[in-house]
């Protein structure tokens, strides 16, 4: 009954390296997507993938590029990691037509 | 541009009342609107939809309303537990671009006993 899977669950970067994040959900979802939650700012998106093959920009894209490696799997890359980007990183996914989203645990990521 | 406002951000009731949570969107027509539980350190986990056709909908202790025309919806948790202290997150959902919903901040709700 695992959902949505996301590694790792915390990473601290230091100023200018890189990282991807994983997500993986098991529930044959078509939509996936990357949220960051900051304090008093709510879930804003990142980016997301309507279905596999297809990824847009959300609300908050810049400094981010993902990936929908097939159905299952949705990462999202810091290339150059800033300081600006400590948050708390959601993945999700939900099926066709209007249902709730399906979130994975978070990555709280620092960046020092 | 469209803006999200949950009630004020924490609210205190006591054990055995009703918490009432409100939420109001402007510059927006969504096709159906979500609500969401999130616990410290986890992600929001999803608890009621409700389309723009429905005026209301229940599950267990749970009742949201939907208003099209005041662009506000209701989130009710009736006979309230120490166990429903948590932050609620409501979600309006788009007709176009099917499943890319936009989040409200949240309203942090404590139940005491």
């Known amino acids: 009954n695992a959902g949505v899977t996301q590694t790792p669950k915390f990473q601290v970067l230091k100023t200018g390296q890189s990282m991807t994040l994983q997500c993986a959900q098991d529930?044959?979802?078509?939509?996936m997507y990357w949220y960051r939650q900051d304090p008093g700012m709510g879930l804003r998106l990142i980016y997301y993938?309507?279905?596999?093959?297809?990824?847009d920009k959300g609300e908050v894209p810049n400094g981010y590029n993902v990936s929908r490696l097939n159905k299952r799997e949705f990462s999202l890359r810091l290339e150059s990691a800033a300081p600006s980007q400590t948050s708390v990183y959601f993945c999700?996914?939900?099926?066709?037509?209007?249902?709730?989203?399906?979130f994975g645990s978070g990555t709280r990521l620092t960046v020092v | 541009s469209q803006k999200i406002e949950q009630n004020s951000e924490a609210l205190n009731i006591q054990e055995g009342k009703t918490a009432t949570l409100t939420c109001n969107y402007t510059?927006?027509?969504?096709?159906?609107l979500q609500w969401y539980r999130q616990d410290p350190g986890r992600g929001p986990v999803f608890l009621l939809l409700?389309?723009?056709?429905?005026k209301e909908k229940r599950k267990e202790r749970l009742k949201v309303t939907f208003d099209t025309t005041l662009k506000q919806s209701l989130f009710h948790i009736t006979a309230s537990q120490p166990a429903d202290s948590a932050t609620y997150l409501c979600?309006?959902?788009?007709?176009?671009?099917?499943?890319?919903?936009?989040f409200g901040d949240g309203t942090t709700l404590t139940v005491k006993p």
């Open positions: 999700a996914s939900s099926g066709q037509g209007a249902y709730g989203y399906t």
């Open positions: 529930m044959n979802h078509n939509s």
């Open positions: 993938s309507a279905s596999e093959g297809t990824t």
């Open positions: 510059n927006y027509s969504p096709a159906y």
């Open positions: 409700i389309r723009e056709n429905e």
């Open positions: 979600a309006l959902g788009p007709r176009t671009n099917a499943g890319k919903s936009t």
